[in-house]
């Protein structure tokens, strides 16, 4: 392999033989200072052909005790359970089937009082929509929605899109400081997440006994902060942004938390973390909407259906690493045993490759850019170690070989 990697990925990709997965599964990297041209490190493919989400998912059914960790989780919860019936737990989520799922079982299974709190897509699906009205409701808690200003949101959507081609950037930047701004806000001592990154291969293995993570992780302190792709101090010159403006987007600063205990802790570790399970658990306690159609570029219809820029979002993983939707979906499934990875491949071949039409002109339209420059910006994102031209055809040269052409 001699192509160039744009973003500092190996050049070559390395396939699990379990999943559907690659090597060119970025690592977790530090968002915030994300600015175009930032390097990345792709997720581990061991010597056996076996990628690291596939590892943890093996250790999960083999090592983890989940009788022992739910035990544990329990012991937990009656640490911070309130008695007066104030809010014990902040629950932050779209009011899709995993904040959903946490928020209920928090609630009726273990009696806590949860606030359920939501930063809300950038454009909401109607069947999202629906969800979030009804998630305190189905859930039995209270829920705030918060929504930024869509007239900096756009801009940022587009910065993020056209520097970094993620237009979801400045906006998961954003929801990652929100529960604990919330939480602080609140007086409430405990939030609750679902999975941890580590399900997916976003970081390294941790089947350790000791889930609690450091507040370090939730706070910066960096002096130099990017968003889309773009210094602060940029943005505010640009766009004569305030430093009010972009708030919702800024990590919270060490010194704001002094004074603060809060913990943070992924329920995924203590109870086994399934998708489908919670899809049919929802579906069943809480009457959660799944989508009334197939959505794009992958072959379920009930997972990450709120936001109308989320398909928007995969094909640009997919353009930029071969990782799009269905590849996430299927790895996911074939993890958890409910297909094998032939029948994986079977759908990687039907949708995988599928530009997501419902609702481009959407995405487009909120952040204020031509169908022409869109298709220019993808195209300038390909990596040369990915893909190559051939007449007007893009190749996809190190694709499985039955997605090496695009349909
Ligand atoms: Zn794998």
Known sequence: ?????????????????????????????????????????????????????CRFAEEKKKIVNWDEREEKLLKLL????????????????????????????????????????????LLYTDVGRNNVWNWGRRAGADNYVFTANPDVAGVLAREGFSNLLHPL???????????????????????????SGVEYGSGGNDTAEDATYDMSLYTNDAKDIYLGGVHMDLLKEKYKFSEHDLYPYLPIRSHEVVGYKIRVEHLGHYIKWDPQTMFFYV????????????????????????????????????????????????????????????????????????????????????MGVSEEFFWKTVDHARSPHLWRKEGHKWIAHQELPSMRELI
């Open 1 to 53: 392999m001699s192509e160039k990697s744009l973003y500092g990925l190996p050049e070559k990709v390395i396939h699990c033989q379990r999943c559907v997965m690659h090597n060119q599964k970025p690592y977790s990297v530090n968002e915030v200072t994300h600015a175009k041209g930032s390097k990345k490190s792709g997720m581990p493919v061991d010597e056996e052909g076996v990628c690291s989400a």
């Open 283 to 366: 579906a069943e306690n809480c009457d959660f909407e799944a989508d009334s159609q197939r959505t794009d570029s992958t072959h379920g219809k009930y997972s990450g259906v709120d936001d109308k820029f989320e398909s928007l979002h995969f094909y640009c993983q997919y353009i930029k690493f071969y990782i799009g939707r269905c590849r996430y979906d299927t790895s996911q499934e074939i993890r958890g045993g409910h297909i094998t990875r032939e029948e994986g491949i079977a759908l990687l071949e039907q949708f995988e490759r599928e530009v997501p039409e419902r609702y481009l002109a959407d995405c487009l339209d909120f």
């Open 169 to 195: 950037q400045p906006f998961k930047f954003g929801i990652k400081s929100f529960a604990t701004k919330l939480a602080m806000r609140f007086g409430i001592e405990l939030v609750m997440y679902g999975e």
């Open 78 to 121: 009656d640490q911070y359970r309130r008695k007066d019936g104030y809010y014990d737990v902040l629950v932050s989520g779209s009011g899709g089937k995993d904040s959903m799922y946490i928020a209920h079982v928090l609630r009726h299974r273990y009696g806590m009082h949860p606030l359920t709190v939501t930063y809300a897509p």
